[in-house]
């Protein structure tokens, strides 16, 4: 299983980017993908998330209404939408994935936004400039 995160960059407060994260050797539908994100010092933060094979996608309350995930399976690609940034969006976002859908942790007693997934991508740097 492999994940590689790209799209990141330096944008103005209020503007706009979208990254993405190719997966590659396995199933995509049999699994669920999410996007964390971290900055120095502070633990990793899960942001968004989607069962690939529902569709049906997740959201913290840090970004709700602002991000959106989205997936092309002919592309085998997980997008994270981001619009209207703001500085605090600053940090290296993380896609990972995992057979445990939000659905199965939550029946386990735990929740997609924990940092503990099997598969992860490299980071990719997002900056905001204020």
């Known amino acids: 299983v492999q994940l590689q995160a790209s799209g990141g960059g330096l944008v103005q407060s209020g503007g706009s980017l979208r990254l993405s994260c190719v997966v590659s050797?396995?199933?995509?539908?049999?699994?669920?993908v999410a996007w964390f994100r971290q900055v120095p010092g502070k633990e990793r933060e899960g942001i968004s998330c989607?069962?690939?094979?529902?569709?049906?996608?997740y959201y913290s309350v840090s970004v709700e209404g602002r991000f959106a995930i989205s997936v092309d399976k002919a592309k085998n690609t997980v997008y994270l939408h981001m619009s209207d940034l703001e500085a605090e969006d600053t940090a290296v976002y993380y896609c990972?994935?995992?057979?445990?859908?939000?659905?199965?942790?939550?029946?386990?007693?735990?929740?997609?936004?924990?940092?503990?997934?099997?598969?992860w991508g490299q980071g990719t740097q997002v900056t905001v400039s204020s």
């Open positions: 990972a994935a995992d057979w445990r859908t939000p659905e199965l942790r939550a029946r386990a007693g735990s929740s997609w936004y924990s940092p503990i997934w099997d598969y």
């Open positions: 050797r396995f199933n995509l539908d049999d699994y669920a």
């Open positions: 989607i069962s690939v094979g529902d569709g049906r996608p």
